[in-house]
């Protein structure tokens, strides 16, 4: 469903330029889970960027099905994410002015009528265990395990193909953790293809691949199914 092949991408700084990633080679089924964890700094959120058109890499393709996305348009890519990917954030990035429901319809909200979209959104914050009292508040009033359910139901919203997560329980209590943890779980039973960058051996683990990232390279670090 998703190959990465020969990508490679390096950043300037002061001293000179640094490779982050070197010619990373990676391969994701339709319904697999796939972890990608390392130390920090190691590029993982670099490689998610990439995995999911948003950070064009130096060199290498990046397949989804039959379409190389970096030989699309800056606007194909665009509308693009928005058909087949959602993306969940360590720092939930809702809108802070924009109400708990809003904030879930927005990546639709010029495409689709708007009470299917209510709806839609409604039944996706009921899955995320998110109460009805919490749809019209504003962000800032929510726990930040709320937060995250709010970001991972806004990133289902379009039905994605795949859902790209970095770090989705980074700023989490234990309690909040396992909760998140779980409705992954459930999203993978019924089908949904994710990759996830954690430092989270816990989280990880629940993947059926799980890929260690150091040094710029990526190797598979273990096996599960």
């Not at 030989?71 to 809702?94: A, C, M, P, Y």
């Not at 708990?100 to 909200?109: G, Q, R």
């Not at 919490?134 to 359910?149: D, M």
Request: glycine share 6%; charged share 20%.
């Amino acid at each position: 469903m998703i190959s990465l092949k020969n990508i490679s991408k390096s950043f300037h700084i002061q001293s000179g330029r640094l490779e982050v990633l070197k010619n990373i080679q990676l391969a994701i089924s339709k319904g697999e889970w796939v972890s990608i964890v390392g130390p920090s700094g190691s590029g993982k959120s670099t490689l998610l960027h990439i995995a999911s058109g948003l950070l064009h890499p130096d060199s290498g393709d990046v397949c989804f099905n039959d379409t190389n996305i970096y030989q699309l348009t800056e606007r194909q890519r665009s509308n693009w994410r928005r058909n087949h990917i959602g993306f969940v954030f360590q720092d939930f990035k809702l809108l802070p002015y924009y109400s708990v429901l809003d904030n879930v319809i927005l990546p639709l909200y010029y495409d689709h009528p708007k009470h299917e979209l209510r709806k839609k959104a409604k039944k996706l914050l009921h899955m995320m265990g998110i109460d009805e009292s919490l749809f019209s508040r504003l962000p800032e009033s929510l726990s930040g395990g709320e937060k995250q359910r709010v970001a991972i139901a806004r990133a289902l919203i379009a039905n994605p193909d795949v859902l790209f997560c970095d770090e989705p329980t980074g700023n989490l209590d234990h309690e909040n953790r396992n909760h998140i943890v779980q409705l992954f779980c459930q999203l993978h039973i019924q089908g949904k293809t994710m990759v996830v960058v954690t430092h989270d051996m816990e989280v990880a683990v629940h993947a059926n691949h799980i890929y260690r990232l150091v040094n710029g390279m990526l190797a598979r670090a273990e096996v599960r199914i």
